[in-house]
C-alpha cells in the first residue's frame, strides 16, 4: 500500500466514524434511548447498554477526528476496532445482521491502517515525530 492509498483509507474511515459521532451528539439522550430501547431483551444488562450509549458516539466523534488530523492514529485505529468488535457482540445480541458486514469493513479498515501504519506519512503524526 502507498502513502496516498493509506491516507485515503484512513480519511475514508476516520469520516465514517466522525459522521456517525457527530451527528448522534446532539441527540445523544434520544440515541441512548433508542439504544437502550434494541437491547431490553437481551442478556446485555441496561447498567452496561446505558453508560456504552451515551460513550458510543463520544468515541465515534473523537476516533473520526484522530484518524482525519492523522494525530495519534495507531491508538486512534485500535481503539476504533475495539469499539467495532463490541458492536458486532452488541449487533448479534440483537440479531440485526444486515450490519453486521458493514461493521467488519470497518474492522478490516482498522487492521489495513495498523498494518500499514509507516505509510502514514500525510499526518499530524509526522510532525510529533520530529
Not at 62 to 69: A, F, N, T, W, Y
Not at 99 to 105: D, T, V
Request: a neutral charge; aromatic letters at 10%; zero cysteines.
Amino acid at each position: 500500500m502507498n502513502t496516498t492509498a493509506f491516507l485515503l483509507l484512513r480519511l475514508a474511515i476516520g469520516a465514517s466514524m466522525f459522521g456517525h459521532g457527530l451527528v448522534r451528539l446532539p441527540k445523544l439522550n434520544a440515541f441512548s434511548s433508542w439504544m437502550t430501547g434494541n437491547f431490553e431483551n437481551t442478556l446485555l444488562p441496561q447498567i452496561i447498554v446505558l453508560p456504552f450509549s451515551y460513550v458510543l458516539p463520544i468515541a465515534e466523534f473523537g476516533i473520526g477526528l484522530l484518524l482525519l488530523l492523522g494525530l495519534f492514529t495507531k491508538t486512534a485505529a485500535t481503539l476504533g476496532a475495539i469499539v467495532m468488535i463490541l458492536l458486532l457482540i452488541g449487533t448479534a445480541l440483537i440479531e440485526n445482521w444486515e450490519a453486521i458486514p458493514s461493521q467488519l469493513i470497518h474492522v478490516l479498515f482498522f487492521a489495513l491502517l495498523l498494518q500499514f501504519t509507516d505509510r502514514n506519512t500525510f499526518a499530524m503524526d509526522m510532525l510529533i515525530k520530529k
